[in-house]
């Protein structure tokens, strides 16, 4: 059963970094598109950043140029990237897992991250 633990959330202050995980266990790590999702308070989880077992990636516009996504294979760790965050990037963030061929999604239990001065 494959499971996803997010790290590396917590407060910052506008302008600043973090850099959130999600290890990865229980299936072929490479066989999965990894995603990475963002809930606000009040609103919708929307995906922000995936990645393919083929190597193709994106981020959402939102956060294109400050948001990087990537993976380790080795490691089994998927990699969000955040710098020059804004208030409004605030939101618990949620990793993704689905195997290619299958619809099943498996979600991480997710992780806070607050951008404030």
């Known amino acids: 059963q494959v499971q996803l633990v997010e790290s590396g959330g917590g407060s910052v202050q506008p302008g600043g970094s973090l850099r959130l995980s999600c290890a990865f266990s229980?299936?072929?790590?490479?066989?999965?598109?990894m995603r990475w999702y963002r809930q606000a308070p009040g609103k919708e989880r929307t995906s922000i950043a995936y990645?393919?077992?083929?190597?193709?990636?994106n981020v959402a516009t939102s956060v294109k140029g400050r948001f990087t996504i990537s993976r380790d294979n080795a490691k089994d760790i998927v990699y969000l990237q955040m710098n020059n965050l804004k208030p409004e990037d605030t939101a618990v963030y949620y990793c993704?897992?689905?195997?290619?061929?299958?619809?099943?999604?498996?979600w991480g239990q997710g992780i806070q991250v607050t951008v404030s001065s």
């Open positions: 990645f393919t077992p083929g190597g193709t990636s």
């Open positions: 229980g299936d072929i790590f490479s066989a999965y598109v």
């Open positions: 993704s897992a689905r195997r290619t061929e299958s619809n099943d999604v498996t």
